[in-house]
């Protein structure tokens, strides 16, 4: 793998585990141990963007297991720099040549530096980073996708093009530079760089290196919402006025009641206790659905056991037209969420190979568009199915009861909300995560 600055000589040397694994050219951070990494936004989703600022070192200048490699260009060509400093490589061809050794970068102000004779695996090793802003750098470490959430990277390819702004991937990317999305339903994101050009012959990319921020002001989208409870707007709940009502944000009153003794809690989130909390909104005509809904809840479960997400089940057991989002959280194995209906009719979809597990912040989305049922982990789709069911019935909307006094938490949550006729599209339901993890964050 291969990284090349056009002018900059300069490093940066910094400590991290032996055991650590990346290649000449990957975007590299800190971890939340101090650890250096390579960069991934899946790892940081839920740091501010100055926090993620503050992480990032640089790139690596080479590979820190094998294949230590540089790109070298060919020096017969005619390079230059066009009137809007657009860097054009007109050579014959690029090849790579071994690279200099770690040891090559020692910095002796560094106490930890690798030690050529500590063979333990958990030695620590030094690595030299190149970040110089301003300056023009060749990478084959990237991917030809854009920032799809940020737990993820779209599977899209898309196509550079100068003016391009950079971010690190997530995930199986991480490391790589991908495409910053500059959609309606993007993520903030860091910016690590603009496109110069990408040249497809060697598919090798040219950018220039500049840190900055994407922010990202996406609101959610409104059309049908029939309720919205966000426990990090005041206007929602004012914990300096305290109360047991969560006012409903989108003017039809279906406000939620905490009972029991729900506490609010000063990051901006609901704590359910596992004894007997849990939040109610009561029966209205808004709530039922026939046709066309969206259901969402941002929650996170401190304790592997069943949890009902949010649900509209009957007061004693069962019930035609009622229904639960709820998942296991890992007890008896079990890490899938779930839509699940009852009563004779309706069509039960889970997660499938996407889990999910306690202590982890997840929003959670269904949608019905023409009787196709989807189901979405923070803004990502995880599986579909038909459902023609008619989920119109009597009773309350739950979050953390199931039926009858069945508790189910310890919970935390952050917002719920609730569109009737309204199957909000793929795009929509990652515009309305972003629009709550800018909030949570």
Not at 101 to 123: A, G, H, M, Q, V
Not at 159 to 169: I, K
Not at 404 to 409: L, M
């Amino acid at each position: 793998m291969a990284f090349f600055p056009l002018q900059s000589i300069q490093l940066s040397n910094f400590d991290l585990l032996r055991t650590t694994t990346f290649n000449s050219g990957m975007a590299l951070m800190r971890n939340i141990q101090g650890e250096v990494v390579k960069a991934d936004r899946s790892l940081s989703a839920f740091d501010n963007l100055s926090e993620q600022y503050s992480k990032f070192i640089g790139f690596a200048s080479i590979d820190h297991d094998t294949n230590n490699s540089i790109i070298i260009s060919d020096s017969v060509g005619s390079s230059f720099i066009d009137i809007n400093s657009i860097y054009f490589d007109n050579i014959n061809t690029h090849y790579t040549s071994v690279k200099r050794s770690t040891r090559d970068l020692s910095d002796e102000s560094i106490n930890k530096y690798y030690n050529p004779s500590d063979r333990s695996l958990t030695s620590p090793r030094g690595v030299g980073v190149y970040n110089i802003t301003g300056e023009i750098y060749i990478t084959d470490q990237f991917k030809s996708v854009t920032a799809y959430t940020l737990f993820s990277d779209d599977t899209t390819p898309i196509t550079f093009s100068p003016g391009d702004l950079l971010t690190f991937g997530a995930g199986i990317n991480a490391g790589k530079l991908v495409k910053v999305d500059t959609s309606a339903f993007a993520p903030s994101v860091i910016i690590l760089g603009v496109v110069e050009k990408h040249d497809t012959g060697s598919n090798l990319l040219y950018f220039r290196h500049k840190v900055s921020l994407y922010r990202n002001t996406t609101t959610e989208y409104s059309t049908g919402l029939v309720m919205s409870l966000d426990a990090n707007n005041l206007s929602s709940y004012d914990a300096g006025v305290g109360g047991t009502i969560w006012y409903d944000l989108s003017g039809n009153n279906n406000n939620g009641y905490l009972n029991n003794g729900v506490t609010w809690n000063s990051n901006g989130y609901f704590v359910l206790d596992n004894t007997d909390d849990n939040i109610e909104i009561l029966d209205a005509n808004t709530l039922d659905f026939s046709g066309d809904f969206t259901v969402e809840c941002f929650y996170k479960a401190y304790g592997s056991d069943l949890h009902m997400i949010i649900g509209k089940r009957h007061p004693s057991v069962g019930g035609i037209g009622v229904w639960a989002f709820a998942s296991f959280f890992g007890l008896f194995g079990v890490q899938t969420a779930f839509w699940s209906p009852a009563g004779g009719g309706g069509a039960t979809l889970d997660s499938g190979s996407v889990f999910v597990t306690e202590n982890v912040w997840y929003h959670f989305a269904i949608t019905r568009i023409s009787n196709v049922k989807y189901l979405y982990i923070n803004g990502v789709l995880v599986n579909s199915g038909a459902d023609s069911y008619d989920y119109t019935n009597p009773y309350s909307v739950y979050i953390g009861r199931w039926d009858g006094n069945v508790i189910s938490n310890p919970g935390y949550v952050i917002a719920a909300r609730m569109y009737q006729n309204v199957g909000l599209t793929s795009d929509q339901v990652r515009q309305n995560f972003h629009s709550l993890v800018n909030r949570v964050i």
